[in-house]
C-alpha cells in the first residue's frame, strides 16, 4: 500500500522557517514527480513546488519564489520543503503528492498520490 506521510508542520512567526518532509513508502518514487501542494480554509488546494526525476526543471509558485526551496532524497523516496521569510498568507495544510512514473505538473489532477497534510500557521 502506497502512503505519503508529511512532518514537520507547526506554527511559527512571520520572518521565520520551517522545513517539511514527505516520507513515500509502498513503491519507489524515483521516477515519478513528486510534489507540494496547500489549501488555506475556504479556498481551493493550489500548487506549490514540484521536482522531476529526470532533470527537468524544478516549478515554483509564483509566491513562494525565492523563500521555497523543494529538494529529494531518491534513496530515501522523501522530498522536503524548505520555507525561509513564512508570511501569514502562507498559512495552509500542505499536502505531499506523487505522480506514478510519468511528469507531473501545477495541476492536482496530474497526481496519483497524496499524503494527509501538515498544518502550517505563521502569526504575524
Known amino acids: 500500500q502506497v502512503q505519503l506521510v508529511e512532518s514537520g508542520g507547526g506554527l511559527v512567526q512571520a520572518g521565520g522557517s520551517l522545513r517539511l518532509s514527505c516520507a513515500a513508502s509502498?513503491?519507489?518514487?524515483?521516477?515519478?514527480?513528486m510534489g507540494w501542494f496547500r489549501q488555506a480554509p475556504g479556498k481551493e488546494r493550489e500548487f506549490v513546488a514540484l521536482?522531476?526525476?529526470?532533470?527537468?526543471?524544478?516549478l515554483y509558485a509564483d509566491s513562494v519564489k525565492g523563500r521555497f526551496t523543494i529538494s529529494r532524497e531518491n534513496a530515501k523516496n522523501t522530498v522536503y520543503l524548505q520555507m525561509n521569510s513564512l508570511k501569514p498568507e502562507d498559512t495552509a495544510v500542505y499536502y505531499c503528492?506523487?505522480?506514478?512514473?510519468?511528469?507531473?505538473?501545477?495541476?492536482?489532477?496530474?497526481?496519483?498520490?497524496w499524503g494527509q497534510g501538515t498544518q502550517v500557521t505563521v502569526s504575524s
Open positions: 509502498g513503491r519507489t518514487f524515483s521516477s515519478s514527480t
Open positions: 521536482k522531476n526525476w529526470n532533470g527537468w526543471p524544478t
Open positions: 503528492a506523487a505522480t506514478r512514473e510519468r511528469v507531473g505538473g501545477r495541476s492536482p489532477q496530474l497526481y496519483d498520490y
